[in-house]
């Protein structure tokens, strides 16, 4: 809890429709949850990128959130889901009341995000490495089912690159042409090894095209995640501060 903040806040924040919500309302949102403190840089890095996309990139329609012709989205960095669920209850795929009782036993709401107990998320997430490999799979099925209209976007954290499994699914998903294939990499320069030449380059080698850009700007947000990239997928390195 913020420490200005009063029960009765806690309340009236509940209490609010769906509609009221704004990106200036996401840190009281996330002030419901406590618990997972070691997490709390994780979780606010990627909050900028994930408010930018539920807001104005991807096509979920709140009343209907697994309608089949849906984009999907991917926290592949499950740890310190914070900002994930503030963003959902936010944009009404998740009751606000719901973030007050997250990691309790009989919660839905982890300290990982479950795909099986919450209809709003995609997959279950926080063993690093799997995310970008599922959205891969994800894009082939819906190929073979002749859906071309999904999209996936899929957050990765710039150390989760050094899981191997990552780039398997780099080179398979320009491989097979994916073009609905977005993967973000919040970078805040905490990878172990690193790469070449950047992130970007990484990606660019394999045949994705790609942009690198401030993860805290909006509008530079919101042009990487909508640009078009016919034939290819596409990476977004979204820059954030160093812990
Ligand atoms: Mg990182």
Same mark, same amino acid.
């Given at each position: ?31 419901? $949850? ?20 539920? !807001? ?25 889901? $914070? ?9 009404? +795929? ?8 997250? =990691? ?12 099986? +107990? ?25 190929? +073979? #089912? ?10 990765? =954290? !710039? ?12 080179? $398979?998903?320009? #491989?097979? #042409? ?14 172990? +090894? ?20 401030? =993860? ?28």
């Amino acid at each position: 809890m913020l420490l200005n903040q009063t029960e009765s806040d806690n309340e009236r924040m509940t209490q609010r429709s769906v509609t009221e919500y704004g990106y200036q309302d996401l840190e009281k949102l996330m002030s419901l $949850m406590t618990g997972d403190e070691k997490h709390s840089f994780s979780a606010t890095s990627t909050l900028d990128v994930i408010w930018t996309l539920y !807001d104005s990139v991807l096509k979920i329609d709140p009343a209907n959130p697994q309608a089949p012709d849906r984009d999907r989205f991917f926290l592949s960095k499950g740890h310190g889901p $914070m900002a994930y669920y503030a963003v959902l209850a936010a944009k009404g +795929l998740i009751a606000v009341d719901d973030l007050k009782h997250w =990691g309790e036993f009989d919660s839905s709401f982890g300290y990982h995000p479950d795909g099986e +107990l919450i209809p709003a998320v995609e997959i279950g997430t926080g063993s690093l490495g799997h995310g970008l490999g599922i959205g891969v799979g994800m894009l082939m099925g819906l190929r +073979l #089912r002749k859906q071309n209209e999904p999209r996936v976007f899929c957050l990765i =954290g !710039d150390a989760e690159l050094d899981e191997g499994s990552n780039h398997e699914a780099i080179a $398979m998903a320009a #491989r097979m #042409r994916l073009e609905n294939l977005t993967a973000i990499v919040i970078d805040n320069n905490s990878a172990s +090894l690193g790469w070449p030449g950047g992130i970007a380059t990484r990606f660019e080698n394999e045949g994705w095209s790609s942009a690198t850009i401030d =993860g805290r700007n909006h509008e530079d947000i919101k042009t990487a995640l909508t640009q078009s990239h016919p034939g290819v997928p596409h990476v977004v390195v979204a820059k954030v501060e160093e812990k």
